[in-house]
């Protein structure tokens, strides 16, 4: 049986300003109780690849703190687990810390695995991904590479700064990137499947190559001298890009067509888990179309908004639109529109603090508002 190997990808330019000025975005909250890498954490768990490599490609403090050993994501530790890989020698320069380079600090992690096949995907774009599928499409087609890519008719509005692909017979004949000047694209998903013994001679050739060279380059630049064929995606997909996106793909899960695309009942998302207390609804609460985490206590209105773990939000205030993250407490009578209230944050001076959808308001985590 052929062995499968994961490694998640946190080499971008992706920031979600202040939001990730201390975390990655991999690490940043997502739906009150879960991290946005859990998603494709929980793709290579359910596809039953349990030895997954995590590419690190800076501020590695919370991910160290919210992967730990990588037990919540029901690997099996005998053959795999997760393993953190961080490049410490090209950590603070920018042009030399990418993925081919943390593939090289890190290639024993590759060879000691002696897997047929390696999977890579980023966090940043969220799919419910069965990597078994994408394997088997790859082997009977008998690729060396697979590149993943899904048709949308949106890329006008969507997908802006990702790579698009231009495809013919099935295999990849360019790569360019979507500037939103046309609706019908094939995005690529930046998710590959290599050949171990291929993707051992892509990073060889890449370092020969430039050594200021990522994946992406790389590939860019074999296209005229290998096939790279495709394996098209059909199901849920969103670019956690901005944090404008970060807001928007949020909260458009509290539409119970869009959440029953990604939580489903054969395909388990796994998070680390907290022992928290039940959530308490006091006299004043008013909760209507949002998530909230266990431990919050709620004597306000909550409305279209994501409220996580023991958040208080006080009697009279009004969140709306918005998202708060863990132990934030909200004062009496306060208005919250379109706001993103990070962790242990108080509000209770200035307690009227309106963003926009497309400019959300930020309140920085421990801040006193």
């Not at 698009?164 to 694209?185: D, M, P, S, T």
């Not at 208080?312 to 009496?332: D, L, Q, R």
Request: aromatic share 12%.
């Amino acid at each position: 049986m052929a062995k499968t190997i994961g490694l998640i990808n946190l080499h971008s330019n992706i920031s979600f300003k202040a939001l990730t000025e201390r975390r990655p975005v991999a690490s940043v909250s997502f739906l009150g109780r879960y991290g946005i890498i859990d998603f494709v954490l929980s793709n290579f768990s359910n596809s039953d690849i349990d030895s997954v490599g995590v590419l690190i490609q800076e501020k590695p403090r919370s991910l160290f703190r919210h992967l730990g050993f990588g037990n919540e994501w029901n690997f099996n530790r005998k053959s795999g687990g997760v393993t953190l890989m961080y490049n410490e020698k090209y950590a603070n320069n920018v042009r030399y810390n990418h993925d081919i380079n943390n593939m090289v600090e890190n290639i024993s992690f590759i060879k000691k695995s002696k897997a047929d096949y390696v999977v890579i995907a980023p966090a940043h774009i969220i799919t419910i991904m069965d990597f078994e599928d994408l394997v088997k499409a790859h082997q009977e087609s008998g690729a060396e590479i697979t590149m993943v890519y899904q048709h949308i008719d949106n890329a006008d509005s969507s997908f802006i700064g990702s790579d698009y692909l231009k495809i013919n017979n099935g295999k990849v004949e360019e790569i360019k990137i979507n500037k939103g000047n046309k609706e019908e694209r094939d995005i690529s998903l930046e998710t590959y499947v290599f050949n171990y013994d291929v993707l051992l001679d892509i990073i060889n050739y890449a370092t020969d190559l430039s050594s200021f060279y990522d994946l992406k380059d790389t590939l860019t630049y074999l296209i005229d001298e290998r096939d790279i064929y495709t394996y098209q995606y059909q199901g849920y997909a969103r670019c956690f890009n901005s944090v404008e996106n970060y807001l928007k793909y949020s909260l458009e899960l509290l539409d119970d067509h869009v959440y029953s695309q990604i939580f489903k009942s054969n395909w388990p998302i796994f998070t680390r888990t907290n022992d928290t207390p039940p959530t308490k609804y006091k006299e004043h609460a008013v909760v209507n179309q949002s998530f909230v985490a266990n431990g919050a206590v709620i004597d306000g209105k909550v409305e279209h908004s994501i409220i996580g773990r023991e958040v208080e939000i006080g009697e009279g205030a009004t969140v709306i639109n918005s998202i708060i993250f863990t132990g934030s407490k909200i004062a009496n009578g306060a208005y919250l529109e379109n706001v993103i209230v990070d962790k242990d944050a108080i509000i209770k001076n200035i307690t009227n603090l309106i963003g926009t959808k497309s400019n959300p308001l930020y309140v920085r985590e421990g801040d006193v508002v």
